[in-house]
């Protein structure tokens, strides 16, 4: 046998015993959707990615469904900003009009919502305010409050699963009761149980006009350096009525998605996140790495680190990989 012949036969025995496998199935697409008419514009730090009005963004989930993606989460960007985030919970803002349009003209398309406030608020914080003297907080008690109306508001404009992402101390318990006593019992959560207060964000809050106006997110959100905290977080969620778990950042913290793949016995999601995908794009631009042999890599290596699930902006890119 030739040394040529003994190559391909290796390669088709690598398929046969391969371990892990990203396939469409695994993938949920985020799409930004702004208020207002004739809106398609390319994010600069996200090249390919982009803010739609929903009057221009039919050709993108065409596309998306051509692609046989399965699943989107929806980020609102509104006009209106207040100090609460009031737009969150209004039955006729942008995410809810977003909802009411893909099931319509979509209906198989499976949409998930983020909950969160940063998106809304005047400030750009997840959350209500507190002015103290000596320091100005988020207050979480309050804060929930607003998630369980703007929970609501998702769910009666036909949201099939709900994502809150804003790192309150109780948010999923607080989700579970407004679902469960307003009638959606069969609406799931995909909770952020881990999500750490990261440098990977930066290319999101160009994305979302999110970026706090004062201040940090450390508060609320997680120290890199902690492990066992995650743990600790993730196992309130599942206690409190989670049905997913997510870690957010995925390609830093492959650990901790195995921690929780260890752990729990329930589906496990990542967030490959808007720098993470930043970076990718910035080096094969360069010229400097083959940028499909990289995304279909890292996105590899949250599958073998345990995730079901990912959250990802090569989404398209790596469906048509996958179709070829």
């Known amino acids: 046998m030739n040394r040529t012949r003994r190559l391909r036969k290796s390669e088709n025995i690598r398929r046969l015993v391969r371990e892990n496998h990203v396939t469409i199935d695994d993938l949920i697409y985020p799409l930004f959707i702004e208020e207002g008419k004739n809106i398609e514009n390319e994010i600069v730090s996200m090249p390919g990615i982009k803010r739609f009005s929903l009057d221009r963004i039919s050709s993108e989930l065409d596309e998306i469904t051509a692609l046989k993606i399965p699943s989107v989460i929806l980020f609102g960007i509104p006009v209106h900003k207040d100090e609460q985030g009031s737009e969150t919970w209004n039955d006729n803002g942008i995410i809810q009009e977003a909802i009411r349009f893909i099931k319509k ?4 398309l499976y949409v998930i919502t983020d909950v969160c406030f940063c998106e809304y608020t005047s400030h750009g914080h997840c959350g209500i305010i507190h002015h103290g003297n000596n320091a100005d907080y988020v207050d979480n008690d309050t804060t929930l409050m607003n998630i369980a109306k703007q929970t609501i508001s998702h769910a009666k404009a036909g949201a099939d699963m709900i994502a809150p992402s804003g790192m309150m101390d109780g948010t999923v318990l607080t989700v579970r009761e407004a679902l469960d006593n ?28 999110s970026a706090p106006s004062f201040g940090d997110r450390k508060s609320y959100q997680m120290d890199a350096s902690n492990r066992d905290e995650a743990l600790r977080k993730a196992t309130f969620d599942d206690q409190e009525g989670a049905d997913i778990l997510m870690v957010k950042p995925a390609l830093s ?15 496990i999601a990542c967030y490959n996140v808007s720098g993470e995908y930043a970076m990718i794009k910035a080096a094969s631009e360069k010229g400097w790495i083959d940028g499909e042999k990289v995304m ?16 990802t902006y090569f989404a398209k890119e790596v469906a048509k990989v996958l179709l070829r």
């Open 296 to 311: 279909m890599e890292s996105l590899l290596s949250m599958k073998r680190a345990g995730a079901d699930i990912i959250i």
């Open 182 to 209: 307003t009638g959606f019992t069969h609406i799931p959560i995909m909770a952020y149980s881990v999500k750490y207060a990261s440098s990977y964000y930066g290319p999101f809050r160009d994305a979302a006009d």
């Open 105 to 108: 003209n979509y209906p198989d």
């Open 253 to 267: 913290y492959l650990d901790i998605i195995r921690d929780l793949k260890n752990n729990f016995d329930r589906p």
